[in-house]
């Protein structure tokens, strides 16, 4: 239970996510943490402050200017008397006011004082979190230390309009502030991963493209493992919905040539783990504009053209990790073709599952994987992504300290 006796102050910004504050303080308190809210005045037209105390059991502070809370506790001791600030929502509005030292209400104002570690789970449009203005701000706080968690893709809550600005689940914002109280050991500590993860998008024209099943959940589970164990992460995914993990430097990317490009930029590194369901072929020349159906016209084929094997490349580079890992979805003779591919690619280790949709590995939670390397194969039982990813995390971390 690392959120067990925490005080986490949490600030509730004016957006529609700020219903979802409500269940994340019963998650928060779930674990052991108290929950001390600050509500602007845009969250209070989305909640009421009476709903967000009784879930807290604590008052609710809204007004800097409040004679009584002033007296009481002050915005000084409000912001210093908690292990982190937590803001869910936090709208674009209050990031813009972070990013430049405003403190005109008493959640900036709290913001500007404080001196705890701050996590930040913006929620907006998605017009104004690919906004120039919101972009820079996002890099300034970055810059300045705040952790963020999200936003993730999906459909707004106010529109049906779809894109990056939902607000992380509250399951997923206690999993971030776990991430930032955890004290465990750091076996990885000054070690450099790069991992890939997700699906990589083959445009055929602006609109269409060739994809896969994968849902990035293992690659990005693997690298907020060696972040946690202290790994300093660079994870490059392609087209996702889950939120990117804490702790990790994170790169976004469409297609396979990019995520090569993202991955040899990250080098020299000491562990690679590519867990990207990389397309293997691409359209050879992708069309500048939609390709039209006219009646009577044949249909089009599409001529493919092989795509990088960035596990290939990685594991036969002049600066090649120490320890290269690769994966195998395979719906086939799973283990000879994992054999094969460790040969091949030139890496230590190939971390081979069974894809067949019977099985639900592919987009599901669980995982059932054997592991091949030279010195032989090792079953692991079914597992939890999370728990696979934990198990190879400390596994990569003996092998690392082994040298
Ligand atoms: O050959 P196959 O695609 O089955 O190999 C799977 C492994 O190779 C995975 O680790 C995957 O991330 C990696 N891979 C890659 N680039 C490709 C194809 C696969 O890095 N173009």
């Not at 506790?73 to 936090?90: E, F, S, T, Y």
């Not at 705040?146 to 993730?152: A, E, N, Q």
């Not at 083959?202 to 060739?210: G, N, Q």
């Amino acid at each position: 239970m690392i959120l067990s006796g925490k005080r986490i102050l949490l600030i509730i910004s004016g957006g529609i996510a700020a219903y979802k504050s409500l269940d994340l303080i019963r998650r928060l308190r779930e674990r052991g943490a108290s929950v001390r809210p600050v509500m602007t005045k845009g969250a209070q037209e989305f909640v009421t402050s009476l709903a967000v105390g009784a879930l807290a059991a604590d008052h609710v502070f809204t007004d800097l200017f409040s004679r009584q809370d002033e007296q009481d506790v002050g915005h000084i001791r409000l912001a210093r008397d908690c292990d982190l600030v937590l803001i869910a929502p936090a709208t674009a509005d209050l990031l813009a006011k972070m990013a430049n030292g405003l403190a005109d209400d008493l959640a900036s104002t709290i913001l500007l004082a404080t001196d705890k570690p701050v996590l930040a789970a913006p929620a907006m449009n998605p017009k104004m979190w690919s906004h120039a203005a919101t972009k820079r701000n996002f890099e300034i706080l970055r810059g300045d230390g705040v952790h963020f968690i999200g936003p993730m893709a999906g459909e707004m809550a106010e529109s049906r309009e779809a894109g990056l600005g939902r607000m992380a689940e509250p399951l997923e914002i206690v999993a971030a502030a776990e991430a930032l109280f955890d004290g465990g050991p750091k076996p990885l500590a000054g070690r450099k991963a790069v991992v890939t993860s997700g699906p990589t998008h083959e445009p055929i024209d602006p609109v269409r493209y060739i994809a896969n099943r994968s849902s990035g959940r293992q690659g990005h589970a693997i690298a907020a493992a060696l972040a946690k164990l202290g790994a300093d992460v660079t994870l490059v995914s392609g087209p996702v919905t889950i939120a990117d993990p804490v702790g990790v430097r994170m790169i976004h990317v469409e297609r396979a040539e990019e995520m090569r490009d993202a991955v040899l930029a990250a080098l020299p590194a000491d562990i690679a783990v590519m867990v990207a369901a990389v397309a293997d072929w691409r359209v050879a020349s992708a069309s500048d504009q939609k390709i039209k159906k006219h009646p009577g016209e044949s249909i089009p084929t599409l001529a493919l053209t092989e795509n990088p094997d960035i596990l290939k490349t990685v594991g036969h580079h002049t600066m090649r990790p120490k320890l290269v890992i690769g994966f195998a979805a395979e719906t086939q003779d799973v283990e000879s073709n994992a054999r094969t591919k460790l040969e091949r690619k030139g890496a230590d280790l190939i971390v081979a599952n069974d894809v067949s949709p019977a099985t639900g590995i592919m987009g599901g939670t669980r995982n059932s994987v054997k592991l091949i390397s030279q010195s032989g194969v090792e079953q692991w039982p079914d597992l939890a992504k999370e728990e696979v990813a934990e198990k190879l995390a400390k596994l990569i971390a003996e092998r690392i300290k082994q040298g």
